[in-house]
């Protein structure tokens, strides 16, 4: 099946700074990218949905200045944790779909995740 | 919009047993999809079974099988001869027809324990 990677697996950042996660559709075109965010024994949120070359649409309650996201290519997305606070320590989980290809337009595949702690 | 309930917030089953995780959803539209999502420690999400809103019979993989009653708005995942791997965080998803861009909706999850 359709292959997502993403990177980094596990980052550690003092706080204040930012933080770039990649995520990568390795052998099928995302027109579309999930970002979702996780805590721990809880359901995933879904924090904004990416189409290739538009800007990014944001859940509520959901910072876009500080969650930037930019889907710049049909293979990868990032989101940037911009002045990371503890409080954004979390599990982040992207997505994607496509529309053609080996992926089918309704089935969405998963990354890995990324856990994010600021110290 | 859509939402998902998965009232069991936990479960068990004895290896080899047969377990019933439930979910329920709410939706006004008439064609959608069905999801069940399995998160292991690993926190990889792994597709478990699909069911489209449109056909009737009820997806099958392997020892996991779906009840979809579209009626009654129900969409139950049985795993039948539980393994130790099966022990995992299950979620039930929806999604709307519109391919390409729409969010999957999940449940708040049931953590499966599987007994040896």
């Known amino acids: 099946g359709a292959v997502v990677s993403q990177h980094p697996s596990r980052v550690i950042c003092k706080s204040g700074t930012s933080v770039k996660i990649e995520c990568r559709s390795l052998?099928?075109?995302?027109?579309?990218m999930f970002w979702y965010r996780q805590f721990p024994k809880k359901s995933l949120m879904l924090m904004a949905t990416?189409?290739?070359?538009?800007?990014?649409?944001?859940e509520q309650g959901v910072e876009k200045d500080k969650f930037l996201i930019n889907h710049a290519s049909l293979t990868l997305s990032t989101l940037t944790v911009t002045s990371a606070h503890p409080e954004d320590s979390s599990f982040y989980i992207c997505?994607?779909?496509?529309?053609?290809?080996?992926?089918?337009?309704?089935?969405?595949?998963f990354g890995p995740g990324t856990r994010l702690t600021v110290t | 919009a859509q939402t998902v309930t998965q009232s069991q917030p936990e479960m068990s089953v004895q290896e080899a047993e047969t377990v019933t995780l439930s979910c329920t959803y709410d939706?006004?539209?008439?064609?959608?999809?069905l999801f069940w999502y399995k998160q292991p420690p690993s926190r990889q999400m792994i597709l478990v079974i699909r069911?489209?809103?449109?056909?009737?019979q009820n997806a099958t993989e392997n020892r996991f099988s779906v009840n979809f009653q579209k009626a009654a708005k129900s969409f139950s995942l049985k795993i039948s001869d539980s393994q130790l791997g099966d022990a995992a965080m299950y979620f039930c998803?929806?999604?709307?027809?519109?391919?390409?861009?729409?969010?999957?909706?999940f449940g708040k999850g049931t953590r499966l324990s599987v007994i040896a």
């Open positions: 997505s994607a779909g496509s529309t053609s290809g080996r992926a089918l337009g309704h089935e969405q595949y």
């Open positions: 052998d099928f075109q995302a027109t579309t």
């Open positions: 990416s189409n290739e070359g538009s800007k990014a649409t944001y």
């Open positions: 939706t006004s539209e008439s064609d959608y999809y």
């Open positions: 069911q489209e809103a449109y056909k009737q």
């Open positions: 998803a929806y999604r709307s027809v519109d391919s390409g861009n729409t969010p999957l909706v």
